[in-house]
Protein backbone atom coordinates (compact mmCIF):
# COMPACT_ATOMS: atom_id res chain seq x y z
CA UNK A 1 0.00 0.00 0.00
CA UNK A 2 1.09 3.66 -0.94
CA UNK A 3 2.65 5.31 2.32
CA UNK A 4 4.16 8.38 3.29
CA UNK A 5 6.36 8.40 6.62
CA UNK A 6 7.47 11.69 7.99
CA UNK A 7 10.11 9.97 11.62
CA UNK A 8 10.43 13.01 13.08
CA UNK A 9 7.06 14.38 14.51
CA UNK A 10 9.28 17.37 16.52
CA UNK A 11 12.16 19.18 15.56
CA UNK A 12 13.88 21.87 17.31
CA UNK A 13 16.80 23.84 15.45
CA UNK A 14 18.27 27.03 16.77
CA UNK A 15 17.65 30.78 14.08
CA UNK A 16 20.73 30.42 11.86
CA UNK A 17 20.87 26.74 11.62
CA UNK A 18 20.69 23.97 9.18
CA UNK A 19 17.24 22.14 9.03
CA UNK A 20 16.66 18.73 7.38
CA UNK A 21 13.14 16.97 7.73
CA UNK A 22 12.59 13.34 6.70
CA UNK A 23 10.46 11.65 4.47
CA UNK A 24 10.13 7.85 3.33
CA UNK A 25 7.82 7.00 1.02
CA UNK A 26 6.10 3.59 -0.39
CA UNK A 27 4.87 4.04 -3.85
CA UNK A 28 5.18 1.45 -6.80
CA UNK A 29 5.11 3.56 -9.64
CA UNK A 30 7.86 6.51 -9.82
CA UNK A 31 6.03 9.14 -6.95
CA UNK A 32 5.19 12.72 -7.85
CA UNK A 33 6.12 14.22 -4.53
CA UNK A 34 5.72 17.39 -2.32
CA UNK A 35 6.34 19.41 0.42
CA UNK A 36 3.38 21.24 1.86
CA UNK A 37 4.24 24.27 4.99
CA UNK A 38 0.88 24.40 7.61
CA UNK A 39 1.76 28.04 9.46
CA UNK A 40 0.17 28.64 13.20
CA UNK A 41 -3.70 29.17 12.10
CA UNK A 42 -3.07 29.06 7.86
CA UNK A 43 -3.95 26.34 5.59
CA UNK A 44 -1.65 24.53 3.73
CA UNK A 45 1.30 26.24 1.41
CA UNK A 46 3.11 24.12 -1.11
CA UNK A 47 6.78 24.59 -0.69
CA UNK A 48 7.96 22.54 -3.65
CA UNK A 49 6.95 19.50 -5.65
CA UNK A 50 9.02 16.87 -7.93
CA UNK A 51 7.59 15.01 -10.89
CA UNK A 52 11.10 13.98 -13.13
CA UNK A 53 14.48 15.14 -14.19
CA UNK A 54 16.73 16.93 -11.83
CA UNK A 55 16.21 15.02 -8.57
CA UNK A 56 17.37 18.22 -6.65
CA UNK A 57 14.36 20.66 -6.61
CA UNK A 58 14.41 24.18 -5.47
CA UNK A 59 11.12 26.18 -3.72
CA UNK A 60 10.00 28.87 -2.29
CA UNK A 61 10.97 30.57 1.11
CA UNK A 62 14.81 28.96 -0.02
CA UNK A 63 13.59 25.13 0.74
CA UNK A 64 15.35 22.35 -1.34
CA UNK A 65 14.64 18.75 -1.37
CA UNK A 66 16.52 15.97 -2.77
CA UNK A 67 14.76 12.60 -4.17
CA UNK A 68 16.73 9.78 -3.68
CA UNK A 69 14.99 6.84 -5.24
CA UNK A 70 17.23 3.91 -3.84
CA UNK A 71 16.18 5.24 -0.52
CA UNK A 72 12.88 6.01 -1.39
CA UNK A 73 13.47 9.22 0.28
CA UNK A 74 12.32 12.67 -0.52
CA UNK A 75 14.33 14.96 2.54
CA UNK A 76 13.58 18.88 2.70
CA UNK A 77 17.03 21.08 3.75
CA UNK A 78 16.92 24.70 4.58
CA UNK A 79 20.96 25.61 4.96
CA UNK A 80 19.76 28.35 7.35
CA UNK A 81 16.51 28.63 9.39
CA UNK A 82 14.76 32.10 10.32
CA UNK A 83 11.96 32.59 13.19
CA UNK A 84 9.29 32.23 10.41
CA UNK A 85 9.76 29.06 9.86
CA UNK A 86 8.18 27.73 12.73
CA UNK A 87 5.69 25.58 10.80
CA UNK A 88 4.41 22.20 10.38
CA UNK A 89 5.44 20.06 6.90
CA UNK A 90 4.05 18.08 5.61
CA UNK A 91 5.59 15.35 2.92
CA UNK A 92 3.10 13.95 0.63
CA UNK A 93 2.93 11.85 -2.26
CA UNK A 94 0.47 12.00 -5.33
CA UNK A 95 -1.34 8.80 -6.67
CA UNK A 96 -1.69 8.98 -10.30
CA UNK A 97 -2.97 5.19 -10.63
CA UNK A 98 -6.88 5.86 -10.78
CA UNK A 99 -8.43 9.23 -9.38
CA UNK A 100 -5.25 11.75 -8.43
CA UNK A 101 -5.41 11.96 -4.90
CA UNK A 102 -2.47 12.76 -2.16
CA UNK A 103 -1.36 11.05 0.56
CA UNK A 104 -0.10 12.85 3.57
CA UNK A 105 2.29 12.04 5.91
CA UNK A 106 1.99 13.28 9.91
CA UNK A 107 3.81 16.44 9.87
CA UNK A 108 6.73 17.55 11.90
CA UNK A 109 6.41 20.19 13.83
CA UNK A 110 9.59 22.77 13.35
CA UNK A 111 10.01 24.64 16.57
CA UNK A 112 12.95 27.97 15.86
CA UNK A 113 15.06 29.26 18.79
CA UNK A 114 15.94 32.34 19.14
CA UNK B 1 -7.90 36.87 -4.66
CA UNK B 2 -10.10 35.00 -2.17
CA UNK B 3 -8.54 31.46 -3.45
CA UNK B 4 -10.28 28.37 -1.23
CA UNK B 5 -12.69 30.11 1.80
CA UNK B 6 -14.28 27.76 4.17
CA UNK B 7 -17.02 28.82 6.53
CA UNK B 8 -17.16 28.62 9.35
CA UNK B 9 -13.94 28.50 10.94
CA UNK B 10 -14.19 27.28 14.14
CA UNK B 11 -17.68 25.01 15.42
CA UNK B 12 -18.34 23.26 18.26
CA UNK B 13 -21.37 21.17 18.13
CA UNK B 14 -22.95 18.50 20.52
CA UNK B 15 -23.04 15.00 20.25
CA UNK B 16 -26.38 13.99 17.70
CA UNK B 17 -26.37 17.30 15.82
CA UNK B 18 -26.09 18.31 12.02
CA UNK B 19 -23.69 20.53 10.52
CA UNK B 20 -23.18 21.85 6.69
CA UNK B 21 -19.06 22.89 6.65
CA UNK B 22 -18.94 24.88 2.96
CA UNK B 23 -16.02 25.15 0.73
CA UNK B 24 -15.84 27.88 -2.12
CA UNK B 25 -13.21 28.43 -4.28
CA UNK B 26 -13.34 31.18 -7.18
CA UNK B 27 -10.63 29.96 -9.22
CA UNK B 28 -13.05 28.05 -11.48
CA UNK B 29 -11.14 24.68 -10.33
CA UNK B 30 -12.47 21.07 -11.30
CA UNK B 31 -11.47 19.38 -8.80
CA UNK B 32 -12.41 19.78 -4.80
CA UNK B 33 -11.53 17.86 -2.03
CA UNK B 34 -12.38 17.40 1.90
CA UNK B 35 -9.62 15.91 4.49
CA UNK B 36 -9.45 16.05 8.16
CA UNK B 37 -6.22 16.68 10.23
CA UNK B 38 -5.88 14.45 13.06
CA UNK B 39 -2.62 14.77 15.50
CA UNK B 40 -0.66 12.22 14.57
CA UNK B 41 -2.40 11.30 11.79
CA UNK B 42 -1.14 13.88 8.41
CA UNK B 43 -4.57 14.95 6.40
CA UNK B 44 -6.78 11.69 5.31
CA UNK B 45 -9.04 12.51 2.19
CA UNK B 46 -13.02 11.98 3.79
CA UNK B 47 -14.65 12.96 -0.24
CA UNK B 48 -13.76 14.42 -3.28
CA UNK B 49 -15.48 15.88 -6.35
CA UNK B 50 -14.08 15.98 -10.34
CA UNK B 51 -16.72 18.21 -11.05
CA UNK B 52 -20.27 19.71 -10.68
CA UNK B 53 -22.71 17.64 -10.21
CA UNK B 54 -20.12 14.23 -9.11
CA UNK B 55 -19.03 13.27 -5.96
CA UNK B 56 -16.32 10.33 -4.45
CA UNK B 57 -15.41 8.49 -1.36
CA UNK B 58 -12.00 8.94 -0.37
CA UNK B 59 -10.13 7.85 2.65
CA UNK B 60 -12.39 8.45 5.76
CA UNK B 61 -16.03 8.73 4.23
CA UNK B 62 -18.09 7.26 6.74
CA UNK B 63 -20.56 9.81 8.90
CA UNK B 64 -19.60 12.28 6.04
CA UNK B 65 -21.90 13.14 3.00
CA UNK B 66 -21.28 15.51 0.33
CA UNK B 67 -22.67 17.98 -2.81
CA UNK B 68 -21.24 19.90 -5.73
CA UNK B 69 -24.57 21.61 -6.83
CA UNK B 70 -22.51 24.58 -8.46
CA UNK B 71 -18.95 24.25 -9.32
CA UNK B 72 -17.12 26.70 -6.56
CA UNK B 73 -18.98 25.15 -3.76
CA UNK B 74 -18.66 21.77 -2.30
CA UNK B 75 -20.49 21.05 0.76
CA UNK B 76 -19.55 18.44 3.59
CA UNK B 77 -22.11 17.41 5.73
CA UNK B 78 -22.34 15.50 8.77
CA UNK B 79 -25.93 14.40 9.54
CA UNK B 80 -25.36 13.24 13.00
CA UNK B 81 -22.43 14.36 14.86
CA UNK B 82 -20.02 12.32 17.14
CA UNK B 83 -16.73 12.81 19.63
CA UNK B 84 -14.69 11.09 16.94
CA UNK B 85 -15.59 14.03 14.40
CA UNK B 86 -13.44 16.26 16.13
CA UNK B 87 -11.05 17.21 14.01
CA UNK B 88 -9.62 20.27 11.77
CA UNK B 89 -11.59 20.18 8.16
CA UNK B 90 -9.49 21.45 5.21
CA UNK B 91 -11.08 21.97 2.13
CA UNK B 92 -8.83 22.19 -1.61
CA UNK B 93 -9.12 22.47 -4.88
CA UNK B 94 -7.10 21.86 -8.49
CA UNK B 95 -7.92 22.84 -11.96
CA UNK B 96 -7.01 19.42 -12.94
CA UNK B 97 -6.37 15.84 -11.72
CA UNK B 98 -2.89 15.87 -12.38
CA UNK B 99 0.03 17.26 -10.14
CA UNK B 100 1.20 20.07 -12.94
CA UNK B 101 -1.05 22.38 -10.94
CA UNK B 102 -1.15 23.53 -7.32
CA UNK B 103 -3.61 22.27 -5.17
CA UNK B 104 -4.67 25.49 -3.18
CA UNK B 105 -5.89 24.38 0.37
CA UNK B 106 -8.35 26.38 2.74
CA UNK B 107 -7.39 27.70 6.45
CA UNK B 108 -9.19 24.76 7.69
CA UNK B 109 -12.61 24.75 9.98
CA UNK B 110 -11.65 23.42 13.72
CA UNK B 111 -14.69 21.19 14.40
CA UNK B 112 -15.37 20.06 18.43
CA UNK B 113 -18.28 17.36 19.19
CA UNK B 114 -18.69 17.53 23.10
Known amino acids: AQSVTQPDIHITVSEGASLELRCNYS??????LFWYVQSPGQGLQLLLK??????LVQGIKGFEAEFKRSQSSFNLRKPSVHWSDAAEYFC????????????FGTGTRLKVLA | NAGVTQTPKFRVLKTGQSMTLLCAQD?????MYWYRQDPGMGLRLIHY???????AKGEVPDGYNVSRLKKQNFLLGLESAAPSQTSVYFC?????????????FGQGTRLTVV
Open chain 1, 50 to 55: YFSGDT
Open chain 1, 27 to 32: YGATPY
Open chain 2, 27 to 31: MNHEY
Open chain 2, 92 to 104: ASSPDPGFDTEAF
Open chain 2, 49 to 55: SVGEGTT
Open chain 1, 92 to 103: AVGLTSGTYKYI
